[in-house]
């Protein structure tokens, strides 16, 4: 069984009988692929009479969004392995424990996580997490800080830059994100009722400038390691507990482009609050809780990477005066600009988001549309002269009024 072909249920079972240690000989094993994302199979195997359960997840050689005609490297599930277990030494709470690595299927055996929900669904039944704030600014400034330059010996980096070359998953987000949005491309799947605020984005030469300097920063600033795809639906949530999935497009890049993501995903949700809330009170109150999220995990982030870079900083040259303000105020302006771009590409591009597009009431679907083309290019427009995190809540409000 060890040459690749993508596994059927009963295959999956036979792989997990073979984990030592796991499951009883002669138990029975039930199986269930579940995968919903855009690219990959996903076996949960559970052993109804302990209770056991994994998860194995395995690329298939193509993108499973478009089909065969979309060919993809298997390699990214090793990329994703591997930046789990990084992930899982800098915050080892905040991520789902890997088993094993299959490499030559693809595979990798991973702890199940089926009592947490995907944090897109909670947002969409518009549940509240007190403790996400706290969790997801932990994960973002300790793997963000550890693997950078300034907590990391920087030839150690660069090794570690190579082990990270991703360019078939690079290339999905350079085009995905920093090109096809922005010109009447094939890939493009335009709402008809939005295609005069759409045409405007693809003739606003002002905003491409924009968007063609963060996409320089994206394909030249390897500043960290990534998750590289840090949306709602890459995150378990419950009450008391955060767990990051899915980093199969890390790379070393910007650190802008993750933070940004968490937060153009928020305000995707933000914008689609049109079509969720029952009345204009509770709207106006979960769009606060929203905003207030942002505020939060960027003020903490910033706190924590200050924190970890003041005590175990180990460039001297980054102790200079004045430096540590300019880096931070970087990383602010970038996950503006990333944010905005991530909010534009879920409203017309390949990929969407089920926050705004199960609205079923077509005009409410529309104006949450509109609203996030609307604050995702001020983003953009905006982001070489972003200064404080109240800007982006400013951008927000004025995007709903
Ligand atoms: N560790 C896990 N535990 C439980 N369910 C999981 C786990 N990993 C993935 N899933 C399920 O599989 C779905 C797709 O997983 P994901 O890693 O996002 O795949 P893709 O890379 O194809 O987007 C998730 O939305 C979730 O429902
Ligand atoms: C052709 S891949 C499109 C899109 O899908 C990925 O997300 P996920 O794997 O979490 O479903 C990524 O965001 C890509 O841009």
Not at 78 to 85: G, K, Q, Y
Not at 92 to 101: C, E, M, N, Q
Not at 217 to 232: E, I, P, W, Y
Not at 299 to 321: A, H, Q
Request: aromatic share 10%; hydrophobic share 40%; net charge negative.
């Amino acid at each position: 069984m060890t040459s690749y072909h993508a596994l059927t249920e009963a295959e999956a079972i036979a792989y997990a009988r073979s984990i030592p240690n796991l499951f009883a000989p002669d138990s029975e094993l039930s199986s269930r692929e579940i995968g919903d994302g855009n690219l990959n199979l996903v076996f949960h195997i559970s052993e109804p009479s302990t209770g056991r359960s994994i998860i194995l997840k395995q690329a298939l050689p193509y993108a499973k969004v478009v089909g065969e005609s979309w060919p993809l490297t298997l390699d990214r599930a090793r990329i994703e392995s591997e930046a789990l277990m990084i992930h899982e030494s800098l915050c080892s709470d905040l991520v789902p424990h890997v088993w094993a690595f299959e490499k030559e299927l693809a595979l990798t055996v991973m702890q199940d996580l089926s009592d947490h929900v995907i944090m897109r669904k909670g947002l969409m039944e518009r549940n509240r997490y007190p403790l996400f704030a706290e969790h997801i600014s932990r994960f973002l400034a300790n793997a963000l800080f550890y693997t950078s330059d300034l907590g990391r010996n920087q030839q150690e980096k660069k090794e570690s830059v190579k082990q990270f070359i991703n360019p078939e998953l690079c290339k999905i987000t350079e085009d995905l994100i920093f090109d096809d949005p922005y010109r009447n491309a094939d890939t493009n799947n335009v709402p008809p009722a939005i295609m005069d605020a759409v045409e405007h984005i693809w003739n606003d030469k002002e905003l491409h400038l924009e968007v063609a300097i963060l996409r320089n920063s994206f394909l030249t600033n390897a500043q960290a390691l990534l998750h590289g795809d840090l949306h709602t639906g890459s995150i378990f949530i419950k009450q008391d507990s955060t767990k990051v999935i899915d980093p199969e497009f890390a790379f070393y890049g910007p650190m802008g482009f993750d933070i940004g993501a968490v937060f153009a995903n928020l305000l995707l949700n933000f914008a689609a609050q049109e079509g969720w809330s029952a009345d204009v009170h509770s709207r106006a109150d979960y769009r606060s809780y929203l905003l207030a999220t942002v505020k939060d995990i960027w003020t903490r982030f910033e706190g924590e990477f200050r924190s970890l870079w003041n005590r175990y900083g180990v460039d001297r040259m980054s102790k200079t005066d004045g430096y540590q303000d300019w880096y931070i105020q970087q990383v602010l302006r970038d996950t503006f600009g990333y944010a905005g771009c991530k909010m534009v590409r879920r409203v017309h591009g390949l990929a969407q988001v089920a926050d705004i597009n199960q609205i079923e009431d077509e005009s409410a679907k529309e104006r949450a549309q509109r609203i996030s083309l609307q604050l995702g290019t001020s983003l953009i427009k905006h982001h070489r002269r972003a200064v404080t995190i109240d800007e982006m809540l400013e951008l927000a409000d004025k995007a709903i009024n």
